[in-house]
């Protein structure tokens, strides 16, 4: 994407013709991929606009940039469905806080993102990446093998070539496990450097927006375009106050010195894929990083709570956000859409809404247990968890495989799924950049990096180095297409 906006910036090509070549792509190549949900009937215009500030001189860091958006992010102009049939009429007025800051840049928005539909919290038996509004998003490398969720469409679009960057959202390993699993790179930022306003929700405690791109520099440019503090969402107060230029800070000797901690005690990581991250801590050590074995945590209550807490959140949060939604919107409540999708087969041939309904049953978010409950897992993944990991082991960040590959594609049985960095920082709300590792059979894997709190610019320019050192990725077979 650095090369396509100087190439813009220095007229060598116009916006319009990269917006037209990118649409041109996603005609012909997405049916059947379902990687792109909609495109935006709006961006050839956008990419003229992006023309008239280059000639003028007042492009911003990103213009003329084609991104897509995962579909349940607000874009004026474009329907947010979050994937379902029962937000078909969900036309918000303006755009979400992160679109506006990617806007500000220069970014045209070229559409929407297939997704796991609600974000994949609707059945614990769904398929990734699928959704009834945009089908089945299929992964780059291997058609037949899961994209991952829940930004699905945001990872195997990017690796396919129909935009070199999107935006996805994470609450627990949906931003980092389709980015691995594409072999792009993915970040899920600090919860509340990023706005969630114009994001439907699942959890106000986890959720965050963030870039995946092709490359770390792509991350800390599209970073630095959408982070900041939001008025409506208290979580993003000290913002501000956090953010910086992320590709300025980008420092390519990050790994000198540093000592990683390698996380031991997740399970279940196949030998090839160990092999893989063998040959990546190589990597590291050989660009000055010092390798620190972690061995033991105890996950306790965040295994066994979790989930339920964000079921209660999800009861909460998705009826606030349905409540504000525009008066086409006949859904407005969780159990508007329980009902909506009882009459309606096209929403449920593959698989239920299990987890909806047991989402209704949940108590308010003043009860007194589901306090305490979130109190004790916050407190164990952040203090007692990376704070104390990083501080007892005296590492300055924690590395491991994000997940082994992708999986084949099962939509009778549902995912696959397997071992996962993801849910430690995603319950801490703490910065988690995957980055390709290398491959496993052809199959791509990524590798995690794991800081503190508002700890973006330095995991970024470890990953930076690590890209730089490693050159792991490498097209997919759609993009060769």
């Known amino acids: 994407m650095a090369m396509l906006a100087a190439d813009v910036a220095a007229k060598k090509t116009s916006a319009v013709d990269v917006a037209k070549a990118y649409l041109a792509r996603i005609e012909k190549l997405n049916p059947g991929f379902n990687a792109v949900l909609a495109v935006n009937p709006a961006a050839v215009d956008d990419a003229a606009e992006a023309d008239k ?5 007042t492009a911003g860091a990103l213009n003329g940039m084609p991104i897509l958006i995962k579909d349940n992010i ?14 078909a009429d969900n036309r918000p007025e303006q755009d979400a806080p992160s679109i506006a800051g990617l806007r500000a840049a220069g970014a045209v928005i070229l559409g929407k993102a297939n997704l796991s539909e609600w974000a994949n919290i609707r059945s614990r038996y769904s398929s990734s990446g699928w959704s009834a509004v945009g089908g089945l998003a299929r992964n780059a490398h291997a058609p037949e093998r899961t994209a991952c969720g829940s930004s699905s ?25 389709p980015a691995a699993a594409n072999g792009i790179v993915g970040l899920k930022p600090t919860v509340g450097l990023v706005s969630r306003t114009g994001i439907v929700p699942i959890s106000h405690v986890q959720d965050t927006a963030g870039p995946m791109t092709l490359t770390v520099t792509d991350a800390a440019a599209i970073l630095t375009a959408i982070a900041g503090s939001d008025p409506a969402d208290p979580a993003t107060k ?15 000797d990050a790994l000198k010195g540093a000592r990683l901690g390698v996380i031991r005690f997740i399970d279940g990581y196949s030998p090839k894929t160990l092999a893989v991250f063998d040959a ?6 050989a660009q000055g990083a010092e390798i620190v074995e972690i061995k033991a945590f105890d996950f306790g209550v ?7 807490l964000l079921l209660t959140e999800l009861k909460a949060d998705l009826n606030s956000y349905l409540a504000k939604t525009p008066a086409t919107v006949k859904n407005r409540t969780l159990a508007d859409i329980i ?8 929403e449920t041939p593959l698989f239920g809404q299990d987890l909806f309904e047991q989402a209704q049953g949940m108590p308010d978010l003043t009860d007194a247990s589901y306090i305490a409950d979130r109190e004790a897992v916050r407190k164990q993944a952040q203090e007692n968890g990376i704070d104390k990991l990083l501080t007892d082991h005296n590492v300055t960040a924690l590395i491991a495989p994000t997940l082994n590959p992708p999986w084949l594609i099962d939509q009778v049985n549902g995912d696959a799924g397997g071992p996962s960095s993801t849910t430690l920082p995603a319950v801490a709300g703490y910065p988690h950049l ?37 050159g792991a990725r490498r097209p997919s077979m759609m993009a060769k297409k």
């Open 153 to 177: 469409g945001s990872g195997s679009a990017v690796a396919a070539g129909f935009a070199p960057a999107a935006i996805g959202t994470e609450t627990d390993g949906s931003i980092t496990c």
């Open 74 to 87: 607000d874009v004026k102009g474009m329907v947010t469905t979050a994937g379902s049939l029962a937000l």
């Open 238 to 252: 000290d913002a501000d106050a956090h953010k910086t230029d992320y590709v300025k800070a980008l420092n390519p």
């Open 53 to 57: 500030r280059a000639a003028a001189g």
């Open 280 to 285: 990546a801590l190589g990597v590291l050590k």
């Open 434 to 470: 995957t980055v390709p590792m290398g491959f496993v059979e052809n199959l791509p894997v990524g590798i995690s990096f794991i800081g503190p709190a508002w700890s973006e610019a330095y995991v970024l320019s470890l990953g930076y180095a690590y890209e730089k050192a490693s």
């Open 339 to 346: 009902a909506f999708n009882k009459g309606e087969p096209r």
């Open 302 to 308: 965040i295994k066994d709570k979790e989930f339920p």
